[in-house]
C-alpha cells in the first residue's frame, strides 16, 4: 500500500520547537519532491518547505525561511520537517506530500510543476501560551 504518514506534531509555546516526520511505505522516494505543506482554519492551503529526494537540494517559503529546515533519512525513506521559533501564526494542519516533479523556490514561494500525487493524513501543530 502506498502511504506517506505523517507523525510529531502537537501544541508548543511561542518560541519552542517541534520535529515534524513524513514517512513513505509502498514506494521508493529516490524520484520525487517531498513537500511540507500547512493549512489554517480558514485560509488557504500553504508550501512551507520541499527537499528534492534525489539531491537534498531544499526550498522554504518566506514565510519559515530560518526558523524551518526540511531533510531526509534515505536508509528511512522519511522526511523531516524540523520547526524552531514557533509563532502562534505556524498553528496548522501540517501535510506532507510526493510531487512527481523537482521543486524550486519562486519569489519567496515553494513551487513545482506536477501535480501532487500522494497526501498523508496531516497531523496538527498548535502555537499558543
Known amino acids: 500500500q502506498l502511504q506517506l504518514v505523517e507523525s510529531g506534531g502537537g501544541w508548543v509555546q511561542p518560541g519552542g520547537s517541534l520535529r515534524l516526520s513524513c514517512a513513505a511505505s509502498g514506494f521508493t522516494l529516490d524520484y520525487y519532491a517531498i513537500g511540507w505543506f500547512r493549512q489554517a482554519p480558514g485560509e488557504k492551503r500553504e508550501g512551507v518547505s520541499c527537499i528534492n529526494y534525489s539531491d537534498g537540494t531544499t526550498v522554504d517559503a518566506d514565510s519559515v525561511k530560518g526558523r524551518f529546515t526540511i531533510s531526509r533519512d534515505n536508509a528511512k525513506n522519511t522526511v523531516y520537517l524540523q520547526m524552531n521559533s514557533l509563532k502562534p501564526e505556524d498553528t496548522a494542519v501540517y501535510h506532507c506530500?510526493?510531487?512527481?516533479?523537482?521543486?524550486?523556490?519562486?519569489?519567496?514561494?515553494?513551487?513545482?510543476?506536477?501535480?501532487?500525487?500522494?497526501w498523508g493524513q496531516g497531523t496538527q501543530v498548535t502555537v499558543s501560551s
Open positions: 506530500a510526493s510531487i512527481p516533479s523537482r521543486c524550486y523556490d519562486c519569489e519567496g514561494y515553494v513551487c513545482y510543476d506536477a501535480p501532487e500525487d500522494l
